[in-house]
């Protein structure tokens, strides 16, 4: 049970280490007449989880900084980001506009294939093969662009 709240096993062995000695320390409070004893120690094991398992999500681990990268690209990596960019806006102007849209949305848009068969109304099958067969069309058009085609 602790480590199903804690969903991790060393926060797991704390929770159990924690509840035996509660249950060390309140044996004298047990009352046969208000319960049986396994409903008792399940009762300290899941309320130590549950305190454990929200403190761990407060705390912040570590004390270090994170290390902080420089973001700005050089001259050179923004040119070939820049042209790589610009290839790839001409290639997707060569596809068919339906194609086109259909990659837009699962890969700009981050859908899946099922949603973007739902938002544009097409059966799922015709948007997987529209969206391949417009794939292999971008790379065919990308290569041809890199052999200077």
């Known amino acids: 049970m602790a480590l199903r709240i804690v969903r991790d096993a060393s926060l797991a ?3 159990l280490h924690d509840a035996f ?6 044996a004298a409070q ?3 007449a208000r319960g049986a004893a396994s409903a008792w120690l399940t009762g300290i094991v899941r309320n130590r989880a549950l305190d454990i398992a929200r403190r761990a999500s407060r705390e912040v681990t570590g004390t270090e900084l994170p290390e902080t990268v420089d973001e700005t690209p050089d001259a050179l990596s923004d ?6 960019e610009a290839a790839l806006h001409r290639c997707l102007g060569t596809l068919e506009e339906d194609r086109r849209g259909l990659i837009v949305m699962a890969f700009v848009g981050g859908l899946t294939h099922a949603e973007v068969a739902q938002r544009s109304g097409i059966p799922l099958g015709t948007v997987k093969s529209h969206i391949r067969r417009g794939l292999l069309a971008l790379r065919s058009c990308l290569e041809a662009l890199e052999r200077g085609a």
């Open 13 to 15: 062995a704390d929770v």
């Open 21 to 26: 000695l509660s249950v060390w320390r309140n």
């Open 30 to 32: 047990f009352d046969p």
């Open 79 to 84: 040119a070939v980001r820049t042209q790589e």
